[in-house]
């Protein structure tokens, strides 16, 4: 067993610990390590995702990926039975996590980020605008039919997480402030595709289930006024909520969506706090002879400095932090392999669905583009708001470019705008097609018309990047 050192306790192992096997674990571990704090992995790993279920569908083996995700799934208590396919349970249950980490970093930008202040929001609001709605518009326009119409919402939406990880390939020619201007861009328009899902993606609206919903976020409410701090608490309450509003017809993700705009965004003690707390605790435990300490006084007190230690950031920031490894190399990617598989049998797509895949297409890849530069000019234009430091109308031009990657809240939105399995195909083949276009698009016109800046940080991880859900 390695001994603790005097400065490093840590540094030992424990004492039931095998020395090579702990050696053996750390090094397979670093190659991971470093992968997962890539800025792209998370872009990375939905990208092979995506292609493994388009490999997939399309091999002789293609009827066992249908089958998969139609696997029925669900419990029996007496007379009462729920059976779900499993693919139901990724988008209608998992996702519900993944739109939680929405609201709660939508609640964090409105409270102290780029939301804070109407100035600080004015270019990111506006470019977001522009790029939600001009896409639409050009969707509309190529659509035709009726029944292709009801896709207008899928290429309003950006993937925050392959969007960074295309400007972290550009390296230093991306300043700071263009990458925050990115993610608070991200959040607005994760913003508006959730008011689209709520308004014109729901079904008939129930009374009832409303009710319990509202049940549910009272539950929430009520726990916060009576000081509770257990984060597991509140999964009870939150399930009433995902139940009701599941009910009421109105999908399920957004109860995850409202639960997360509901979460305490102030820290209750703070680092100054915790560290009185915690040397108030630690004087007990150093003062008291050995011979007086028992395991039930020492485990009493490390109690305290755990409640403590719990309280040093906000419930908010705490379950970003916990959450967004679980979403971006979990969620994210269970998602993406239960929904990008699209045939591309010859002759499968009628005219109908081509111009869905057109009109996705250029709502991505051209509407998305001069939706964000045509907003933020005017924006500057009319003197709202000033461009961020060490940015110019070039940076704003490969920033719209790789808004155009919509990938993860594109589909999803494809998956409630059509119920036919053939439109729906021609929308997830629009998404990844446009997706594509718009990320090589990007990394050329980044590497042609930005030049590299010596900037600190530039090229770094920023803590809003790390947190980032949406690809």
Request: glycine residues 10%.
């Amino acid at each position: 067993m390695k001994q603790p050192s005097e400065t490093d306790p840590l540094s030992s192992t424990p004492p039931e610990a095998w020395d090579p096997l702990v050696r053996f674990a750390e090094r397979a571990r670093k190659p991971v390590d470093r992968f997962l704090h890539i800025e792209a992995a998370s872009g990375i790993l939905l990208l092979i995702a995506a292609a493994v279920a388009l490999l997939w569908v399309n091999s002789p083996f293609g009827a066992s990926y249908t089958a998969l995700w139609e696997t029925p799934l669900g419990i029996k208590i007496g007379e009462f039975t729920f059976e779900r396919s499993l693919v139901w349970f990724v988008n209608d249950g998992l996702m519900v996590i993944f739109f939680f980490v929405v609201g709660l970093e939508i609640r964090r930008e409105i409270h102290a980020g780029e939301l804070s202040e109407l100035r600080r929001a004015a270019l990111p609001l506006f470019a977001a605008l522009g790029g939600v709605l001009l896409p639409a518009g050009l969707y509309l326009a190529l659509a035709g039919a009726p029944e292709t119409r009801s896709g207008w919402g899928v290429p309003m939406a950006t993937d925050i997480a392959f969007a960074v990880g295309i400007l972290t390939l550009l390296g230093k020619r991306v300043p700071p402030a263009m990458r925050v201007l990115l993610l608070a861009v991200a959040v607005i328009d994760d913003l508006c595709a959730i008011i689209v899902i709520a308004v014109f993606y729901s079904s008939g609206i129930s009374m009832a289930g409303l009710a319990v919903g509202a049940l549910g976020y009272a539950g929430v409410i009520a726990m916060q006024r009576f000081g509770v701090r257990s984060k597991l608490a509140y999964v009870a309450p939150t399930f009433v909520a995902w139940a009701g509003i599941y009910a009421a017809g109105i999908h399920p993700t957004i109860a995850g969506v409202i639960v997360g705009l509901l979460t305490p965004v102030r820290a209750w003690l703070g680092t100054e706090g915790f560290q009185i707390a915690a040397r108030k605790q630690l004087d007990r435990l150093s003062g008291t002879p050995d011979e007086e300490l028992s395991s039930y006084k020492v485990a009493g007190i490390l109690q305290r400095v755990d409640a403590s230690r719990r309280e040093v950031l906000s419930p908010s920031a705490e379950l970003i932090h916990t959450l967004h490894p679980w979403v971006a190399f979990g969620i994210m990617p269970i998602f993406a392999l239960a929904n990008s598989g699209v045939s591309l049998a010859g002759g499968a797509f009628d005219v109908s669905a081509w111009n869905i895949i057109s009109g996705v297409t250029v709502g991505l890849v051209l509407g998305k583009t001069i939706g964000v530069l045509l907003a933020s000019w005017l924006t500057l234009k009319l003197g709202i708001c000033v461009l961020p430091r060490g940015m110019g109308l070039r940076h704003l031009l490969v920033l719209g470019i790789v808004a155009g990657v919509g990938f993860t809240m594109a589909i999803f939105i494809a998956q409630l705008a059509f119920q036919d399995e053939q439109l729906l195909s021609a929308a997830k083949l629009g998404v990844l097609v446009a997706s594509g276009a718009a990320a090589v698009i990007g990394l050329i016109v980044g590497c042609l018309i930005l030049k590299p800046v010596d900037v600190p940080g530039a090229a770094k991880t920023g803590h809003e990047a790390e947190s980032s859900t949406e690809v």
